[in-house]
């Protein structure tokens, strides 16, 4: 099964994420929180938990650049020095937005083309709708051609009695 934003058609390589760190929480790497790893065995991260949102993953051709922020982190968490850090710091911000922009970008993409995790509620019942929308004009159809079937075969039968009739005169003539 897809994860929601997961992206089929990437080719590319699969990278393995330094942390396991979902799409949420690698949005905002930047932010002076400490960083909220996935704990072994949980499929929701506690940040996501407390804010009673979904846990998605990070779609798989983000996963190298999460991990180039996740670096740029540790090098501005280790700088000792103030003018190195705030310049870290920014640098780290302006990859984040960044980030953020593209990824969010291609996660609604990807939902948009329908690759969703599993339709739950409303999403199940317009399904729905659409499958029997898509049965009743096809029926529709069905019955447009059965019409006409009948139509033609009215027709038919009708240049057939004239032929009986006309068959049956000229018998009586003969
Ligand atoms: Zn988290
Ligand atoms: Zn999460």
Not at 44 to 58: A, F, I, N, T
Not at 84 to 106: N, P
Request: proline letters at 3%; charged letters at 30%; hydrophobic letters at 35%.
């Amino acid at each position: 099964m897809l994860n929601e934003g997961e992206n089929p058609v990437y080719t590319g390589p699969t990278v393995k994420p330094k942390y396991r760190i979902c799409l949420r929480c690698s949005k905002r790497i930047d932010q002076t929180s400490s960083l909220c790893v996935l704990k072994e065995g949980k499929v929701k991260c506690e940040y996501c938990v407390k804010q009673r949102k979904p846990c998605d993953e990070v779609p798989i051709e983000f996963r190298s650049e999460v991990n180039r922020l996740l670096t740029q982190r540790e090098r501005l968490e280790n700088e000792g020095d103030v003018d190195q850090s705030a310049q870290l710091s920014e640098a780290l911000a302006d990859a984040s937005r960044s980030y953020v922009k593209r990824v969010t970008a291609a996660v609604n993409q990807n939902k948009k083309r329908g690759f969703k995790k599993q339709p739950k509620g409303d999403d199940i019942q317009l399904a729905q709708l659409n499958a029997l929308e898509k049965i009743s004009s096809s029926l529709e159809g069905i019955l447009d051609v059965m019409r006409y079937t009948v139509r033609i075969l009215k027709f038919h039968s009708f240049q057939n009695n004239i032929a009986l009739v006309t068959l049956r005169r000229l018998s009586n003539i003969v």
